[in-house]
T-cell receptor, first 115, second 117 residues
Framework: AQTVTQSQPEMSVQEAETVTLSCTYD???????LFWYKQPPSRQMILVIR??????QNATENRFSVNFQKAAKSFSLKISDSQLGDAAMYFC????????????FGTGTSLTVIP | KAGVTQTPRYLIKTRGQQVTLSCSPI?????VSWYQQTPGQGLQFLFE???????NKGNFPGRFSGRQFSNSRSEMNVSTLELGDSALYLC????????????????FGQGTRLTVV
């Protein structure tokens, strides 16, 4: 079974600074997708960024970017110019290319943004 | 386009009772999956439905069941509630099997907070 590991239960960052959240995963599959979801106190899970495993280029969405290392099975999220609204729980997630709508989630990293 | 709607938002039930939670996916989405979120176990996959059929099931006891209707709305049921069933239950919809858009994400509802006393 696939497993996703987030080794940082809590992180903090000063406003306007950069922070990196770590994620590793374990799979025997070659075709899959990786995601970072954000869950603010409102509980709504919101997609931050996604990465296709077959793409070598790292995904970028505005202030959010990933460092995808397929061989190392590592998928870290970098948040640049951190804003107060970035404070939330962040979940790394894995989805197999053949598993439909089934996601495997890490345990989450709680991000605090310090004004 | 309306998002994923879960009802009710909050529930308080007594041990031994049963409960039914509802999820209406985004219009046009036919795949619905359910997750249980607890502080200790994180997000755990319960089951997935597509076209009224269960495609996948997570490692939960038979007290947890679900179904999907022809309009893609889904319900999950928990019978003989236990204290440990207290959790946030999240529903996610997607347009799997994607048809040319293989990397689409799942869209989540705001969840139902179930408290068992």
């Amino acid at each position: 079974a696939q497993t996703v590991t987030q080794s940082q239960p809590e992180m903090s960052v000063q406003e306007a600074e950069t922070v990196t959240l770590s994620c590793t995963y374990d799979t025997s599959e070659s075709d899959y997708y990786l995601f970072w979801y954000k869950q603010p106190p409102s509980r709504q899970m919101i997609l931050v960024i996604r990465q296709e495993a077959y793409k070598q280029q790292n995904a970028t969405e505005n202030r959010f970017s990933v460092n995808f290392q397929k061989a190392a099975k590592s998928f870290s999220l970098k948040i640049s110019d951190s804003q107060l609204g970035d404070a939330a729980m962040y979940f790394c997630a894995y989805r197999s290319a053949r598993d439909g709508n089934q996601f495997y989630f890490g345990t989450g990293t709680s991000l605090t943004v310090i004004p | 386009k309306a998002g994923v709607t879960q009802t009710p938002r909050y529930l308080i039930k007594t041990r031994g009772q049963q409960v039914t939670l509802s999820c209406s996916p985004i219009s046009g989405h036919r795949s619905v999956s359910w997750y249980q979120q607890t502080p200790g176990q994180g997000l755990q996959f319960l089951f997935e439905y597509f076209s009224e059929t269960q495609r996948n099931k997570g490692n939960f006891p038979g007290r947890f069941s679900g179904r999907q209707f022809s309009n893609s709305r889904s319900e999950m049921n928990v019978s003989t509630l236990e204290l440990g069933d207290s959790a946030l239950y999240l529903c996610a919809s997607s347009n799997w099997p994607y048809k040319g858009q293989p990397n689409t994400e799942a869209f989540f509802g705001q969840g139902t907070r179930l408290t068992v006393v």
